[in-house]
Antibody, heavy 117, light 110 residues
Framework: QVQLVQSGAEMKRPGASVKVSCKAS????????MYWVRQAPGQGLEWMGI????????NYAQKFQGRVTMTRDTSTSTVFMELRSLRSDDTAVYFC??????????WGQGTLVTVSS | QSALTQPRSVSGSPGQSVTISCTGT?????????VSWYQQHPGRAPKVIIY???KRPSGLPDRFSGSKSANTASLTISGLQAEDEADYYC??????????FGGGTKLTVL
């Protein structure tokens, strides 16, 4: 069965960077796009971007352009999301999700990133 | 890109039906038949319950149904059960490999 296992919680200072990983299993990694979605405490879901694990191509939500980079490692079936210049309002749970056509069919368990001085 | 508009909350009694609306624009909901709905229980990851406006993932009860008219998509849950109490989010493809979510709706089963 499809499984997405994310890295553990992180605590960062404002201005720092964070890199969250998402290891996939149970399917052919390069056949499905992967997405990143975040959720601030008590708030809704926010789409951050997409990566094609096959060629590495990416597209990011305008809000995050210049601050986010999504990469993948096909040898370990893992995708990564790095967010730089962290601010307090970046405190959120970050989810990876496997795409199926135009929806997010399988989700990781989420990674809490806390930004605080 | 602006978030899709959903009611903040809806409620219903067990056995009743509720409908949650999701209003976008002619650039997202109105243009593409790629609206999906997600159910999220507290502390859990979201789970897809409707995709491509009307389709249900295998194994999901047919109490959940989706529809769309112009720029507004809707999720209907019939035969409400206690375990349906959760947050519900719509999401639409918006072209050029971008997606947009709704603000979310809290469903309370009375």
């Amino acid at each position: 069965q499809v499984q997405l296992v994310q890295s553990g919680a992180e605590m960062k200072r404002p201005g720092a960077s964070v890199k969250v990983s998402c290891k996939a299993s149970g399917y052919t990694f390069t056949n499905y796009y992967m997405y990143w979605v975040r959720q601030a405490p008590g708030q809704g879901l926010e789409w951050m971007g997409i990566i094609n694990p096959s060629g590495g191509g990416t597209n990011y939500a305008q809000k995050f352009q210049g601050r986010v980079t999504m990469t993948r490692d096909t040898s370990t079936s893992t995708v990564f999301m790095e967010l730089r210049s962290l601010r307090s309002d970046d405190t959120a749970v970050y989810f990876c999700a496997r795409g199926e056509d135009y929806d997010f069919r399988n989700w990781g368990q989420g990674t809490l990133v806390t930004v605080s001085s | 890109q602006s978030a899709l508009t959903q009611p903040r909350s809806v409620s219903g009694s067990p056995g009743q039906s509720v409908t949650i609306s999701c209003t976008g624009t002619s650039s997202d909901v109105g243009r593409y038949n790629y609206v999906s709905w997600y159910q999220q229980h507290p502390g859990r990851a979201p789970k897809v319950i409707i995709y491509d406006v009307t389709k249900r993932p295998s194994g999901l009860p047919d109490r959940f149904s989706g529809s769309k008219s112009a720029n507004t998509a809707s999720l209907t849950i019939s035969g409400l059960q206690a375990e349906d109490e959760a947050d519900y989010y719509c999401c639409s493809f918006a072209g050029n490999y971008t997606w947009v979510f709704g603000g979310g709706t809290k469903l309370t089963v009375l």
